[in-house]
């Protein structure tokens, strides 16, 4: 990529930047994580599942909206990749992905809320 020829030369070298750049789809993969935090309540529903596994029901009550409210940000969730779900009988239960997107953007909404995640009062 080292090939592309900036209009303007400011004396630095760009071919390091160029070389190392991510490709278009790995910042749309980015960009689609961060569709998520669009709305606060699918991040308040992600946060809850980030520290326990539940059903619609329990988490529209937990959030105070309606399941089918709640179950619209949970497909949108699991479409990207940031939550998982399992049948047990009739119930579907979610919770988080355990992959590094989920564990970053975890960490991120507590950093960004200021909160101590919940796990790391019951390690010590």
């Known amino acids: 990529m080292s090939q592309i020829q900036l209009p303007h030369n ?17 910042f749309q993969a980015v960009a689609d994580i961060f569709k998520q ?7 308040r529903i992600f946060w809850i599942l980030c520290h326990c596994e539940e059903c619609v029901m329990n988490l529209s009550a937990l959030v105070e ?10 497909r949108q969730l699991k479409a990207s990749g940031l939550i998982v779900s399992r049948r047990d009988g009739k119930e579907v239960y979610y919770k988080a992905a355990d ?4 564990n970053l953007l975890h960490r991120m909404i507590e950093a960004l809320v200021e909160i101590t995640c919940p796990r790391e009062h019951t390690d010590s």
């Open 65 to 74: 909206m309606s399941s089918p409210a709640v179950s619209h940000h949970l």
């Open 37 to 43: 935090l669009g709305d606060s309540s699918r991040i």
């Open 99 to 102: 992959t590094r997107e989920a």
């Open 10 to 26: 400011h004396g630095q070298d760009d071919a390091i930047l160029f070389d190392h750049m991510p490709a278009l789809g790995e």
